[in-house]
């Protein structure tokens, strides 16, 4: 099994050396924070302060390096790994795709990388939330790009499925596109949702129930994690933002124009549906040949039809796509 | 105790035949639903299909009227109690007060009306879904305005109380404002974010999560209860829906300028704090004299700081506020 290195130990990082470690991979890491080393080597695992010998060992080792710092200072590792592993396997597991790789491309391009990104999480955070099982059945985005080198692909996939993950193959722009509508746009409104609450005072906060509550969850993030997210893929988020824009400024001029809202919230309760329909689809499995020419589009095509890949071979993956209704 | 009469046998409807059965209240009710007229029979509870008979039993025994049917169907169901119980009790568990009491002074003024709106629910609906414990704890709003009849919200004040619930004093115009900004601010913004959502195909809904999931959980209430509720409280929706534009264009302007969310972001996370601080806030106990000329003004007042009332006397009713931090 490949050995891994992990920079950057917060809940996702965090859960990675522990989900790693308990797949049989040999695993180290690093962070900057003195009071996670300590906390991390009490429980047992190999963590140093020190990027440079966490990632010299990488090269020596041969292992996958992996990225779990977020955003803001994806920077300043990657020029890091451009000297002290110039030649590894590069993953990350920043929520944004496009960004990261253009700075892969200027810092370190020699290194074979494959973006990527876990779709877990909760409302706790650091390396005493960090938990092994965190990512047991989620999905997990891995870019097969055009310029995805396929063997560093393989290699990254099945670090991604020991640790129980599903894999998504998917391009850094639809991926992209596809967070700003479902992870990104949320917390903006979230955030617009509870300001525009508060201000109804008092009266307006003893009355919230559970559709505010809801409504407004992942406002309680931590503002610098949400804003590193969101700010990370501005022209996608634009794109979503314009969207939500059109559409309320729609449901307001109906409102205001003959009172109805009806078109608004039967698309809601349609759009709503089809989230669960496609939690519920029968699904048709899929093989996608590894040794084709053109077997990263064949990959990408399974992400944009919402299926995800559960097992590999040598040659072949194999996928579960869900059936359209 | 005091005997009741529901008309409308939804959620809330037999929700509160079953609490206050429960309570040990006579109580009797009224729905068009012959087949919920036969559950609710078989269920041990004196249903029937006319709304007529139920009426004019309840003058007769000088029973709190209880309307809880949709806002669309109040206009028909006014205009059966001023023909058949004309000088009742009258209070409602409408969504929307200010339109509900227009209605009421139209057909009926001879009533003594006192608006009502229980904070409570769930996904299901119907006769099928309703509980004797649904009140329990929650908020239950009592309109204070400047005709209501003392006499006549104590009655029902105390019916309230025997559910299980608290009550929130407070004036139909401050209600209105309110939920608009609380629930159904929070039902049009879920409908935009699923239908943003679900534009962005299936790779978009592979990869929803929990931000999600929970910003579009109320997309999946039935249209049209979601419609009676949003469209009948159309004036301080639009303000609602005016303040959310202004802040959701803000930041769609900051993001597209300087590339930053976090005034967003950051009011966002102090107003979600805000919610968790009113919930667990030190509260003071407040006393209201119910025999004070401005009785009626001390008790919406308890609204508007947020706080709600928790027993009555003849002459007394105990609240508590929420302290300021």
Known sequence: MTAVCVIGTGLIGGSLLRAAAAAGHEVWGATTSEQEVAQARQDGFDLVTSTEDALTRAAGAGAVVVIAVPFP?????????????????????????????????????TTRYVGGHPMAGKSASGWSAA?????????????????TDLPAWREVA??????????????????????ARIS?????????????????GPLA??????????GTRVAATRPDLTLAMCEANR??????????????????????STG????????????RKSLDHHRTAPQAQVQVDLTAPNALEELALIG????????LTDTTATATVPLES
């Open 131 to 147: 938990t092994p099982d965190l990512f047991q059945g989620a999905p997990w985005v891995l870019t097969t790009d055009e310029d």
């Open 235 to 256: 022209p996608a988020l634009l794109a979503a933002l314009d969207d939500a824009l059109g559409r309320l400024g729609a449901a307001r001029g109906a409102l205001a």
């Open 73 to 109: 200072a994806v920077d300043a590792v990657l020029r890091q790994v451009a000297e002290h592993a110039p030649g590894c396997t590069l993953t990350d597991v920043v929520s944004v795709k496009g960004p990261v790789s253009e700075l892969v491309f200027r810092h370190t391009p």
């Open 260 to 271: 109805a809202l009806r078109a608004t919230v039967t698309q809601g309760h349609e759009a």
């Open 304 to 311: 944009t039809q919402g299926g995800h890949i559960t097992a």
């Open 205 to 214: 906060l003893a009355l919230a129930a559970g559709s505010f509550s809801d």
């Open 184 to 200: 990104h746009l949320p917390h903006v409104l979230a955030a617009v949702l509870a300001a525009a609450g508060a201000d109804g």
């Open 158 to 179: 099945d670090l991604v499925l020991s640790l129980g993950a599903h894999i998504v193959p998917t391009t850094a722009t639809e991926h992209d596109a596809a967070v």
